[in-house]
């Protein structure tokens, strides 16, 4: 039996960082003054985090073959870090509830793709569900177990975190699966050409993650999800190895990427993919533009996503969310717009995306334009901090019984402001009636698109300790449905899991879910990969 | 039985236009001296072309129930001219060997999703291939009736030609996918909008069409193929009606349009999409730039293609095929330059642009940015011209025996050099081999990515017209192979059909194949659906 991937640092079973890492000085007692001030809590009483001694585990009910034994594990600790995934869901079974009752049963940690044949060779004659599982970030039941399971393997794909081969004239890279964003950055560095597909979950998450998921990332308009910066994939289903054709586009016949793009590891295991990049950024316009009115910020935004001039960033928030993360003082809506290439100045482009702002009332930060630095210690810098300080709380919230979770989807234009209405209407009402007390709902844009944006939303509500899984679960599905019902999708970039297969159920026309069906039960006959998702 | 389709004017049967309407004076002189000049060429003696009336057509293997003889005719007239598409294979068949001996049985000129369906159901029940027919342009094989089959229904789809709802706000309409190119733009004149979708085969194809076969349009950048044009679709299969929903972006799960797009009619029929669209340009800019350097011309294009700057027309046009166009005197290989918006001026946009090229050697026409007006009779005006009547001359070439035809692809731009040399290699070979003569090929870029171009290869070859069909296999299959060997796509524009499935073999992942086999069971259970193509 061989030790975990990671050796000098060591990932948390059950939070996002790493094991006896504290948070920075005050950090937490900031989003504590901030939870309290919101939901009116006047004390909280964190419940103690779970220590791995404290958990006995079910044994294993498979062991691997001897052939197999040298990139398996049935060590507890790995067991418990493959359990769940990183959801408010998944965090307050663990952290509440000490629920570790469903682990996989092997964690294996394949280092080359005949392992992974192999290991779902032995999962298709043993009837053994197969986990692939990448930075283990999903917030959608997308690595957990599932529950009806004869055994579970998880297959780690840690040790594929290779950049292969750089193409520096076509500005691409094959890059194995496995690589999560930091490092996936570190080896790209000396080329000068970045992913930059800097999500939330970016350090702990991988790009065959983002690829299974169809994650969306840094940039607002056109290369928002990962779909686009696929060239060519390669997968390893039970059925044998595919490898798609590199190429810019074709037209020959429907693309085989798009249906691996999204599968959730229902298909295969991707170990591979050339991704197309984009030069490190040298030119940089910044600064927040503020709006008094919504539906006039709704318009410039939208104006803005049809204007063909394709800014990096246009993220509408909502003022009271902005006030919550220190990007304004709750007076105003708040536009993060930037623009950024390695080409040329974008003066042009940021003086006619300010005019369109202005003739829908739009105020910009005139200093931040002007002083391109301010924008690190300015409002854009503050919410961007708080941006990606989230997942790191989000355990440190749900041991004080503060549920923060978000939803969100993707709607035409002339559907949003009904949408809006009522998924903050749902889950307002949800919350009172699942917790008894009042909570928040708030939205920003994450990206923009001609036809549409995509609204993201955060509630925060107060729960009780002892009911918390069931309380977010009542919430979470009243925000869904009213998504659904308002015609989005029920997800733009989160995928969709196991939590979510309710309401993607509703959304898919049923035909899709035949055809797909079809096309599994060709590479996957012992239906052995991540059960429960997709079909 | 009814009449087809059109009434006042009717399309000609073997042809490109419509019956009884001549060639503009002059045009064809023109045309014969290029080809004269260009071939070696002192005389032609062109070959007749076929009359409706010298051709005995095969007695229908089958006919409609009394149920669906309304929407059905056996006519001989729309027999034979939904027998071809019209590629120069197709076109030589029907004008130099009167070959029509494989007509649909039936052609049905559907009116409703339910007209399809029952059409549909009566093909499955008696094994009748459904072939499902747009504006008949296919250079690919994609609309001829199967070799094999017991019988085959054209559904042609020319009646359901409305654009039904136009949402103003998300810059999109619902359309029915009959419609040809002029009359969606026709019906979606008064709203400002357009899809702008103007490839050479527009006036003859539909927006199912494009769809079904992955067509690519006007822009150079972005929104090249019609796949990310597609907001939703609704499609009639065998096994029931599908509809997506209408989404800017969705990570929910594979999209299901994408199994759709590039399905070319073999898992249904494309009846109605909503389809992104853009708002008529009001601000232009566009020069050509001439290059004495092809390297440096295209690594200009590269640049270009990776700058952010995104033109609306970035056509590099190798000098003997400017010169041919006369959108060049030779000398210089010509980039047709443009950028187009509705926001805004573009004086920044070209202004940079000019400065990349004049990086790598490129002098443009000062003369055609001063003065917009000037593009209309210049250079890009010439080439604009030629391009669009390309096919109008196609039928009269094959009639003097001059085989005119493109081969494209796409390639990342590390392997385009290699590709070019080996394509124009391999195709002036075989052009040598089958005809005992010098023949042309010439390259130009129609549409550029970030990480590739797409190559456009047009060859001019004189045949012996008692063996053109069989000369122009030979040469065919020789520049299509030499894309394959060099890594490019079999085609990135012109779909697959029946012409291109040796090819398509070659490149398309095995295990694809049996993944989109095993959708296709569930939803075309008995193999009608345009048997042949894509499986």
């Known amino acids: 039996m061989m030790p975990t991937a990671s050796t000098s640092r060591r990932r948390s079973f059950y939070g996002w960082g790493y094991e006896n890492e504290p948070l920075p000085a ?23 985090m779970p220590r791995a001694g404290e958990i006995a585990l079910r044994a294993p009910r498979v062991q691997p073959p001897a052939s197999l034994a040298g990139v398996c594990t049935t060590e507890p600790h790995a067991r418990l870090a493959h359990s769940y995934g990183r ?39 043993h009837g053994i569900a197969a986990i692939p599982f990448g930075g283990g970030s999903s917030v959608v039941g997308g690595v957990n177990p599932p529950a009806g399971a004869r055994a579970a393997l998880t297959l780690d794909l840690s040790r594929l975190d290779r950049v292969l081969e750089i193409d520096a004239a076509s500005q691409a890279a094959r890059v194995q699966a496995g690589v999560l964003g930091p490092s996936l950055e570190a080896q790209l560095k000396s080329s000068g050409l970045t992913l930059r597909f800097f999500l939330q979950a970016w350090e702990f998450s991988s790009l065959g993650g983002w690829i299974a998921t169809r994650a969306a990332g840094h ?25 798609s054709r590199r190429l810019p586009a074709s037209g020959a016949g ?24 984009h030069r490190r950024p040298t030119f940089r316009q910044s600064t927040t533009v503020g709006f008094r009115d919504w539906e006039k910020a709704v318009g410039a935004v939208r104006r803005l996503s049809q204007s063909g001039l394709y800014p990096a960033n246009a993220r509408l928030i909502e003022a009271s969310e ?34 369109l702002c202005a003739d829908h009332g739009g105020e910009w930060d005139a200093k931040a334009l002007a002083e391109p630095e301010s924008q690190r210690s300015g409002a854009a810098g503050n919410w961007r901090d708080k941006f990606l300080r989230g997942p790191y709380l989000r355990e440190h919230a749900i041991a004080r019984g503060v549920m923060r979770d978000t939803v969100e989807t993707a709607i035409p234009w002339s559907g949003f402001l009904a949408l809006e209405r009522k998924v903050k209407a749902a889950t307002l009402a949800a919350i009172r009636a699942a917790t008894g007390r009042e909570g ?96």
């Open 87 to 125: 959801s408010v869901h998944d965090l307050a079974k663990m952290i509440l509830r000490r629920d570790f009752s469903n682990p996989p049963d092997v964690v294996a940690y394949p280092q080359t793709e005949r392992d992974i044949a192999q290991l779902l060779d032995w999962c298709g004659a």
């Open 26 to 48: 005050g950090e937490l007692e900031w989003f504590e003054r901030a939870w309290a001030g919101l939901l009116g809590i006047d004390h909280f009483d964190p419940a103690p």
């Open 322 to 355: 902005a006030r919550f993360t220190e990007a304004g003082d709750g007076s105003r809506h708040v536009l993060v717009l930037a623009f950024e290439g390695a080409d040329h100045p974008l003066d042009a482009w940021m003086k006619r995306a300010l005019e």
């Open 219 to 243: 940039y607002a308009t056109i290369y928002t999800q990962i779909d686009d910066h696929v060239e060519s994939l390669r997968v390893v289903t039970p059925a044998g190895t595919l490898e």
């Open 440 to 535: 928040s709902c708030t939205v920003r844009f994450t990206h923009i698109y001609p036809d549409g944006p995509a609204p993201y939303f955060t509630w925060h509500a107060y729960g009780d300790k002892a009911k918390l899984p069931e309380q977010f679960w009542a919430i979470k599905s009243a925000a869904s449905q009213a998504m659904i019902d308002a015609g989005g999708t029920i997800t733009h970039h989160h995928a969709l899991g196991r939590d979510h297969r309710a309401w993607y159920d509703q959304q898919r026309p049923p035909l899709f879910a035949e055809a797909f069906k079809g096309a599994k039960r060709r590479l996957d006959p012992h239906s052995v990969m991540n059960p429960g998702v997709i079909v």
């Open 254 to 277: 429907p693309s085989p990427d798009r249906m691996f793009i999204g599968s959730e590891g229902s298909l295969g295991v991707i170990t591979e993919a050339w991704i197309r990049l």
